[in-house]
């Protein structure tokens, strides 16, 4: 699917521009007229293009929307509405309204049972902002995470297959005592186990610098996991340590005490 498209008003350009802003640096990829339309397009077709492709169409209402008329705005949700069908035959979540303010949502049918109004619809007001972007950010970046851990998973399973090849190259190399083919055969799979391992790393770097935000506490319990695992090895270390020891003290003890039966018991045997 394509970018989230975002529809609004020119007179609410101001708090859209902050929304999306704050989409982008949650990861979100944004469609907006002004960005997207060159010099030339056919607003028409292109925007209805762009709204059949999108991942999320979201229509930023104010007060405003019912005093202007028959705005680019109207007629994007416009649009929007007559994709209803077709796209929620599939995907009934596409369409997000939100509200900047206190306003009410245009009655605009979707099909013979379902208007605009009675769909999930999130207010964004200067109080409470972040909590309401989290919100939006939450549902339409759910997708994209989604494909990006798939993505992290295909390409584990990559590294991994490519691991697999380079034990059996290793076990097929001892198998033959290492001669040329072998050889030969052991260094294509490392150079193919080198190149998973950097596309796997790249991914991975991409995808938690793009959503760093939901994995930070995840890295922070890492850390801490890590620091655990350090401690409990020192402990180890220790304990292993002081068993030794302990050994060699009982090892002592025992032999000294032998001795000393021995000694006792020859005095014995002399005094009788």
């Given at each position: 699917m394509g970018p989230i498209f975002v529809s609004y008003l020119r007179h609410d350009k101001d708090r859209v521009d902050r929304l999306v802003q704050g989409l982008n640096a949650l990861?979100?990829?944004i469609w907006r007229d002004q960005n997207k339309l060159a010099g030339g397009d056919h607003w028409a077709d292109e925007i209805s293009t762009a709204i059949s492709k999108c991942e999320y169409f979201i229509p930023c209402f104010s007060s405003a929307f019912h005093l202007d008329g028959m705005s680019t705005m109207e007629?994007?949700?416009?649009?929007?509405?007559?994709?209803w069908d077709r796209r929620a035959t599939s995907d009934r979540k596409w369409i997000l309204p939100i509200k900047l303010g206190d306003c009410a949502i245009p009655a605009v049918p979707l099909n013979k049972s379902l208007s605009l109004p009675e769909l999930h619809w999130i207010r964004l007001e200067d109080e409470g902002w972040d909590d309401s972007l989290r919100a939006i950010a939450d549902i339409v970046l759910q997708r994209a995470?989604?494909?990006?851990?798939?993505?992290?998973?295909e390409a584990a399973e990559t590294l991994q297959s490519a691991e697999r090849a380079r034990a059996e190259s290793?076990?097929?190399?001892?198998k033959c005592e290492f001669n040329e083919a072998s050889k030969t055969e052991l260094a294509r799979s490392e150079t193919l186990r080198m190149e998973r391992r950097n596309d796997f790393s790249k991914a991975l770097s991409a995808h938690f610098s793009k959503y760093k935000d939901d994995y930070n506490p995840l890295i922070e319990m890492d850390m801490s996991f890590e620091h655990i695992v350090v401690?409990?090895?020192?402990?180890?270390?220790?304990?292993?340590?002081?068993?030794?020891?302990?050994g060699l003290v009982f090892i002592l003890i025992c032999g000294l005490v032998a001795f000393?039966?021995?000694w006792i018991a020859c005095g014995i045997r002399k005094f009788c």
């Amino acid at each position: 699917m394509g970018p989230i498209f975002v529809s609004y008003l020119r007179h609410d350009k101001d708090r859209v521009d902050r929304l999306v802003q704050g989409l982008n640096a949650l990861g979100a990829d944004i469609w907006r007229d002004q960005n997207k339309l060159a010099g030339g397009d056919h607003w028409a077709d292109e925007i209805s293009t762009a709204i059949s492709k999108c991942e999320y169409f979201i229509p930023c209402f104010s007060s405003a929307f019912h005093l202007d008329g028959m705005s680019t705005m109207e007629k994007e949700v416009g649009i929007a509405a007559s994709l209803w069908d077709r796209r929620a035959t599939s995907d009934r979540k596409w369409i997000l309204p939100i509200k900047l303010g206190d306003c009410a949502i245009p009655a605009v049918p979707l099909n013979k049972s379902l208007s605009l109004p009675e769909l999930h619809w999130i207010r964004l007001e200067d109080e409470g902002w972040d909590d309401s972007l989290r919100a939006i950010a939450d549902i339409v970046l759910q997708r994209a995470r989604e494909r990006a851990w798939q993505a992290l998973c295909e390409a584990a399973e990559t590294l991994q297959s490519a691991e697999r090849a380079r034990a059996e190259s290793m076990a097929f190399a001892i198998k033959c005592e290492f001669n040329e083919a072998s050889k030969t055969e052991l260094a294509r799979s490392e150079t193919l186990r080198m190149e998973r391992r950097n596309d796997f790393s790249k991914a991975l770097s991409a995808h938690f610098s793009k959503y760093k935000d939901d994995y930070n506490p995840l890295i922070e319990m890492d850390m801490s996991f890590e620091h655990i695992v350090v401690e409990a090895r020192k402990e180890h270390e220790s304990l292993r340590f002081g068993c030794m020891i302990a050994g060699l003290v009982f090892i002592l003890i025992c032999g000294l005490v032998a001795f000393l039966a021995y000694w006792i018991a020859c005095g014995i045997r002399k005094f009788c």
